[in-house]
């Protein structure tokens, strides 16, 4: 059996961390919204060898035990005791190392395919909370819905849609590493959004008056080591974005805009400075 699904990348409309668990980890404050650009992955399930096999268009991707997508087949056939070998193929859309989500994303299309393929019967919520084992942003990346995430990434509380607002995304040539910049956390020197007037606004519809309240606690930490990210930010307000903000650890940037005439603006501006660039909209 055959199964695609559409892995769409993330972003991170405030992303807070107010105090680290005795694990070390991160306690998450967020809310994060799906876009579409996109990664497509497709599973196929065979009675061949019983192994994991994970095929990418990217040459920057490992295809071993270390891709989120095979760790997330690992842990289905593990659980449910599924002999069969597995085949995974994605093509790749969203940057890697970029502060996306992509991997995650990925992990996430995986479990729905072989739930799908293995005929498993698993609801969301259970895939979600089996999926954090391999990545704090897989349970939000299950829905791939606006959200509220908190706790260690597995709670997740969905949110109303955005209306249609535009988004361009744009990942400076460099790449950041997420655990290196968690490292570099001082708790007392983070400046934290408003994420719970945040979570307020987007449940009472009041989505205009929601940007004052977007940020991201992690965007001095990044642009400590890489202050072009505070180059591009400064750029896309130029340029009239509603609101600009660092992704995850970064390095992408983003732009909202209510008017597709002003990402337009934004993206064929941008073009011209930054390798990648992308004009998508809020799912």
């Given at each position: 059996m055959i199964?695609?699904?559409k892995a769409p990348a993330k972003i991170n409309l405030?992303?807070?961390?107010?105090?680290?668990?005795?694990?070390?980890l991160p306690r998450w404050n967020m809310v994060m919204s799906a876009v579409d650009l996109a990664d497509y992955v497709?599973?196929?399930?065979?009675?061949?060898p019983q192994t994991i096999k994970v095929y990418t268009n990217s040459g920057f991707l490992p295809n071993d035990q270390r891709n989120l997508a095979y760790q997330a087949a690992h842990i289905l056939k593990t659980r449910f005791h599924q002999t069969d070998g597995v085949t995974i193929r994605i093509k790749k859309?969203?940057?890697?190392?970029?502060?996306?989500?992509?991997?995650s994303s990925d992990a996430a299309a995986v479990l729905r395919a072989l739930n799908q393929a293995w005929r498993l019967g698993l609801s969301l919520d259970e895939l979600a909370r089996l999926s954090l084992a391999i990545d704090s942003d897989v349970p939000f990346c299950v829905y791939s819905r606006t959200a509220h995430v908190t706790g260690h990434g597995e709670i997740v509380e969905l949110l109303p849609a955005?209306?249609?607002y535009w988004v361009v995304i744009a990942k400076p040539k460099l790449s950041v590493s997420t655990p290196v910049i968690l490292r570099q956390i001082n708790y007392e020197e983070l400046v934290h959004p408003q994420t719970d007037q945040l979570v307020a606004a987007i449940k009472e519809g009041r989505f205009q008056d929601s940007f004052q309240y977007m940020g991201n606690a992690l965007e001095a930490v990044t642009i400590k080591v890489h202050p072009e990210i505070a180059h591009l930010k400064a750029q896309m307000q130029k340029l009239g974005a509603d609101v600009t903000q660092m992704s995850g650890t970064g390095p992408s940037v983003f732009a909202l805009c209510h008017a597709e005439s002003r990402a337009k603006r934004i993206y064929n501006s941008l073009r011209g400075f930054c390798p990648e660039v992308y004009q998508v909209v809020l799912l």
């Open positions: 199964v695609t699904e405030a992303l807070d961390t107010p105090m680290r668990y005795l694990d070390g497709t599973v196929e399930v065979h009675h061949r859309k969203i940057p890697v190392a970029a502060g996306l989500g992509g991997g955005f209306p249609h």
